[in-house]
């Protein structure tokens, strides 16, 4: 019974986190709430929502949630391309619903396909925390669109 209220508070706790980093970033940025916010779905803790606001991802998933900082993201590539391809590093967390939380740090690729549509995809080194110290590779894909 104690782990269940573990992982309740725990889950709780990075929703509030996440809640409250996402609408500071929001209003910080311009006075349409969502101006410049990118919504949508992909596959990385599950299948879940996927948002990005300026730097800052978050997903939102069936197995978790997870929230990262992009640090570099670059054109790849010299050439001037019709369709855009970036790449990116970022450092992160994410809790898991069953109670595991942890540190990760994701490396991708974003291509712009459509007008304010965007694809990626990443693989994450994850070394989670709790019950002892695992390291772990997480992947996602996922598919956005800006507001």
Known sequence: M?????????????????ACSLSSVAY????NALQGIK???????????????GKYNGFLGNDGLAIDYTLIKEKLGKKPSATPVHWYIGAGGY????????????VGIEISFAERFDAYAQVAPELQVTDGV??????GLGVRYQF
């Open 28 to 31: 910080a940025e311009g006075t």
């Open 2 to 18: 104690k782990r269940i209220e573990s992982n309740y508070v725990k889950t709780m706790v990075l929703s509030a986190i996440c």
């Open 95 to 106: 809790g898991k619903w069953n109670g595991g939380i942890g540190a990760r740090v994701p």
């Open 134 to 139: 695992r390291f772990g590779l997480g992947a």
């Open 39 to 53: 919504l949508g779905f992909g596959y990385d803790l599950g299948l879940g929502m996927t948002a990005q606001m």
